[in-house]
């Protein structure tokens, strides 16, 4: 029986988007993008998921350029890979707001092993997306445009069965993001994946709206949580 780790790491490695896209979107994938991504995120996966735990699935909306977009594990930007895993990217340095929330929250959980022992993170559409804006590419969420939502939705729905098969808990998934909670619950309904849903405001919106009140939130993550 292969491990968590050897199972999330050969869908990494299959992982590819073939399908249609609006104009002016693109998809990213950092696994064929950087070589040193499908090495560290390897890394990452056999040391924190070397097992046959069921876990629970906590369910962002997709990779940032700066986050998984680069080290291939969601929510973790190089800088927090290195200080927090030790896992060191030579060919990238990267620090995204949403990693500091996670790692901080994590922390209080009660580190990266306890944590990571108990839940698994990806997100629907597990790989980024970025949109031509005024001459630039920038950070895209899946459900910014409805053709997007409608051209990625099946895959979504695939990815999402993929992660569950993983062996994780399906009888409550925790959803960042209200409207990211709104749009799977549209998939939920067409293809029963989760029993419950429980809503997490996004680590991104408590970093930059709501970093006063930042320890309410982490508090409220930990009791969701456990």
């Given at each position: 029986m292969k491990t968590f780790?050897?199972?999330?790491?050969?869908?990494?490695?299959?992982?590819?988007?073939?399908?249609?896209?609006?104009d002016d979107f693109q998809v990213l994938n950092p696994y064929l993008n950087n070589p040193e991504t499908m090495i560290v995120m390897e890394q990452f996966y056999q040391k924190y998921y070397n097992d046959n735990r069921q876990r629970k699935f906590l369910v962002g909306i997709n990779p940032s350029r700066h986050g998984a977009g680069v080290t291939g594990v969601p929510f973790t930007d190089t800088k927090r890979l290195e200080s927090v895993?030790?896992?060191?990217?030579?060919?990238?340095?990267t620090h995204e707001v949403s990693s500091v929330f996670v790692y901080d929250m994590i922390s209080e959980y009660g580190g990266a092993e306890e944590f990571y022992k108990d839940i698994y993170i990806n997100s629907p559409f597990p790989l980024a997306i970025v949109r031509k804006s005024k001459g630039s590419w920038i950070n895209a969420n899946y459900y910014d445009d409805?053709?997007?939502?409608?051209?990625?939705?099946?895959?979504?729905?695939?990815?999402?069965?993929?992660?569950?098969?993983?062996?994780?808990?399906?009888?409550?998934?925790?959803?960042?993001?209200?409207?990211?909670?709104?749009?799977?619950?549209?998939?939920?309904?067409?293809?029963?994946l989760f029993e419950k849903m429980t809503v997490l405001e996004h680590p991104r919106y408590i970093q930059q709206y709501k970093s006063k009140e930042k320890q309410l939130y982490?508090?409220?993550y930990i009791v969701a949580l456990k």
């Open positions: 780790a050897e199972q999330i790491v050969s869908f990494n490695m299959n992982l590819k988007y073939e399908g249609n896209l609006p895993c030790g896992i060191k990217m030579i060919s990238a340095y409805k053709a997007l939502f409608n051209d990625v939705k099946d895959f979504m729905i695939d990815s999402l069965r993929k992660h569950i098969s993983l062996n994780l808990d399906a009888s409550e998934v925790f959803i960042m993001g209200k409207k990211n909670a709104d749009f799977i619950s549209k998939l939920n309904q067409e293809a029963h982490i508090d409220k």
